[in-house]
Structure formats: C-alpha cells, structure tokens
C-alpha cells in the first residue's frame, strides 16, 4: 500500500455497511479498488462479508432513493413549468437594461450581420437588442451577461 494514502477505516465501514461497493468507497478516498479490497482483508471485524440477502435489502433502499430523487426532480421541474405558463418566473422577467432597449429593438428578419441578436423580450413580436457587435453575436454588454468567468455568478 501507498505511503501516502489516507483511508478512514470508520467511515469506510459505515460507507460498506450502507451497502457502498468498493469502487464507491476507492473512489470517495482516491484510490484503487485493490487498495480498499487488502484494506478490508486486513481488517474484517471493520468490514464484515455480506449475504445476498443484506445485499438485496441494500439494492432495493437504493433502488427507493433513487425514485425518491426522481419524483423530487419531477415536482421541481412540474413547480417551474407551472412558474413559466403563469409568467412568475424569473425566467420571464425583464432585464432593467433590456427594457430601455425595447425602443431600438428589431425583429429577427429586420437584423442585420453584425447586429446583437439577444432578446430582449417574451411576447409577440419578439425584439432583438440589435447593437452593433463587430463579429460576435452579441453586443459587449449581452456578451458579458451571458458568458460570466468561473465563481461570477
């Protein structure tokens, strides 16, 4: 074994006795499964054999969870859908800068080639920021609320 590796054996063992496999538990600390595996040969009363039952209990809760984490996606993306056809989400509320832009705004076939095509609305008819933007498809201002460095969000 490594020198350098650091495997908490209690937290290990709670992680195996929760059903964890192997790989899980290597993977969670950084190492190989055949570090974990002489880990556990070296240290049995801490990681005790399974029977297939225990297995099977282990794969149903695991099953249960995952449905669990499935119908709470479900409700969420249900919430959000019900947010957007009301027009209370803030997917759908205006931008103080864009609604300024409204009065110079263009329609999409009205643009031209180097013109910011960021929307600036949610109705009919839908009206384009329209500034110039040299080569890109958005003007600097747009560009810069779009694609925002790492930890500006």
């Given at each position: 074994m490594n020198a350098n590796v650091k495997i908490d054996l209690e937290s290990a063992s709670a992680l195996w006795k929760d059903g964890s496999s192997i790989g899980v538990i290597a993977t969670k600390y950084g190492v190989s499964r055949q570090t974990v595996a002489g880990i556990m040969y070296r240290n049995r009363e801490l990681f005790p054999k399974r029977n297939r039952q225990a297995l099977a209990i282990?794969?149903?809760?695991?099953?249960?969870?995952?449905?669990?984490?499935?119908?709470?996606?479900?409700?969420?993306?249900r919430r959000q859908a019900e947010e957007f056809e009301v027009g209370t989400?803030?997917?759908?509320?205006?931008?103080?800068?864009?609604?300024?832009?409204?009065?110079?705004?263009?329609?999409?076939?009205?643009?031209?080639?180097?013109?910011?095509?960021?929307?600036?609305?949610?109705?009919?008819?839908?009206l384009f920021c329209a500034d110039a933007t040299g080569a890109a498809l958005?003007?600097?201002?747009?560009?810069?609320?779009?694609?925002?460095?790492?930890?500006?969000?």
């Open positions: 282990s794969k149903a809760t695991k099953v249960k969870r995952a449905r669990n984490l499935h119908h709470e996606r479900m409700d969420a993306a989400s803030p997917l759908l509320q205006m931008h103080a800068s864009d609604e300024e832009r409204l009065a110079t705004g263009k329609e999409l076939h009205d643009l031209g080639l180097h013109q910011c095509r960021w929307p600036l609305n949610n109705g009919s008819p839908f958005y003007c600097w201002h747009h560009m810069n609320r779009a694609y925002r460095p790492k930890g500006n969000i």
